[in-house]
């Protein structure tokens, strides 16, 4: 078995919902984080003839109370997680500001201090924070344009130059960051915002229902302890055999891809970090050649969701809840039908309001009476 089907065997153990969804983009990033730290020691994988500080970095987006913190847990965020005792430096935190992640300086009674970032603290380990609201600041369409430069250095080239007052910040970081977000209105054409990976769900009343199953299903169930030990032993000696790799080919056929899907030329690293990752973690064998191929139903699907998500996240996510509840109503509902389905999303009736008036502006829905309805072209 691949380090690929072992771990996923295990999350099915543990009865992880829609592990096959969103479990791949975890060990995508995983294999991805432990090949470029190989790479900044070796020196054997180059762009344009410049060495790339290759990661991936995961964006999760979804309501409040689902699954964005669920699955930070299971893949490294406990004692018993995933990947936790890989060997990989493992940093979590349920919060964090733009300064914290990249560091700041402060005077007290005339005594600077400087205090480190998450990106220089675990310059070499895989950060996961539940909610980044520097990070959504840096986003938003109102976002901070210094805030975004330096959370794009620290995401991009990893080399951090930041000057404060009389004091100059420093550093080279590989961290790879984990995190979610809550439904917003994103830019995610900006520089910061095409090198983060995305994740999206949208729950329905199904979903939730499912979910409220598993729960109840999960109380009682212990780690299997040996079962931990040896996936984390097969994880270290992947990362082992990663010194093995002196040369990586791309399939010409992935050229072929992108163009067919219409993949923006800024867009062409972003995919093919996920692609490299994804070959990695599914190598029955890793050797002295890596060749990269979307041929892999599991690769190919990795790559078909996050084009989709990417497109839909352009699109307004929030819109796309909305059209996602009428949908599950038959494509019309009562008024009062489409309050009690956004609570369940954490929206309130005036932030529905809003969104339905903004959508008939758009076309999308029409009102008639009482009722909202998806508009019929």
């Keep these: 078995m691949t380090l690929y089907d072992e771990i996923m065997s295990e999350l099915k153990n543990r009865e992880v919902y829609k592990c096959e969804t969103y479990a791949p983009f975890y060990m995508s990033s995983f294999a991805l984080h432990n090949f470029n730290l190989m790479n900044q020691k070796r020196k054997i994988y180059w762009s344009g003839k410049m060495l790339p500080n290759s990661r991936l970095h995961i964006m999760f987006c979804a309501p409040a109370g689902y699954m964005k913190s669920y699955f930070l847990k299971q893949m490294a965020g406990e004692e018993y997680s995933i990947f936790k005792g890989a060997g990989t430096r493992i940093g979590y935190e349920q919060e964090m500001t733009a300064a914290a992640?990249?560091?700041?300086?402060?005077?007290?009674?005339?005594?600077?201090?400087?205090?480190?970032g998450a990106a220089e603290e675990y310059k070499d380990g895989i950060m996961l924070i539940d909610e980044f609201k520097g990070l959504t600041d840096a986003l938003s369409t109102q976002g901070n344009g210094q805030m975004e430069s330096q959370l794009l250095s620290?995401?991009?080239?990893?080399?951090?130059?930041?000057?404060?007052?009389?004091?100059?910040?420093?550093?080279?970081?590989?961290?790879?960051?984990?995190?979610?977000?809550?439904?917003?209105?994103?830019?995610?054409?900006?520089?910061?915002?095409?090198?983060?990976?995305?994740?999206?769900?949208?729950?329905?009343?199904?979903?939730?229902?499912?979910l409220l199953d598993l729960g109840q299903k999960a109380y009682g169930m212990k780690p299997d302890i040996q079962q931990a030990k040896r996936l984390w032993l097969k994880q270290q000696t992947f990362c082992n055999d990663l010194n093995k790799i002196e040369r990586v080919v791309y399939d010409p056929e992935i050229l072929k891809e992108y163009k067919k899907a219409k993949i923006y030329s800024y867009e062409s690293t972003f995919f093919n970090n996920l692609i490299l990752g994804m070959n990695l973690i599914k190598s029955d064998?890793?050797?002295?050649?890596?060749?990269?191929?979307?041929?892999d139903p599991d690769v190919r699907r990795v790559f078909d969701l996050e084009k989709e998500w990417r497109k839909k996240i352009n699109q307004g996510v929030t819109f796309i809840q909305m059209m996602s509840i009428l949908h599950g109503l038959g494509g019309s509902a009562d008024i009062t039908e489409v309050y009690d389905e956004c609570t369940m999303l954490g929206l309130n009736i005036p932030q529905v309001t809003e969104l339905i008036t903004d959508m008939i502006r758009y076309g999308l829905v029409q009102k008639r009476g009482n009722r909202v309805e998806v508009f019929k072209r």
Excluded at 101 to 115: H, I, L, Q
Excluded at 167 to 192: D, M
Excluded at 285 to 295: D, F, P, T
Aim: proline share 2%; glycine share 8%; charged share 25%.
């Design 101 to 116: 992640f990249t560091g700041t300086t402060a005077t007290n009674n005339g005594v600077k201090t400087r205090y480190v």
């Design 154 to 210: 620290a995401l991009d080239s990893g080399q951090i130059i930041k000057r404060l007052s009389n004091e100059r910040i420093e550093f080279k970081t590989h961290l790879t960051l984990w995190t979610g977000i809550q439904p917003a209105v994103l830019n995610i054409s900006s520089g910061l915002g095409r090198r983060l990976c995305y994740m999206l769900f949208i729950p329905s009343r199904k979903d939730n229902e499912i």
């Design 285 to 295: 064998e890793i050797g002295k050649e890596v060749y990269v191929e979307l041929k």
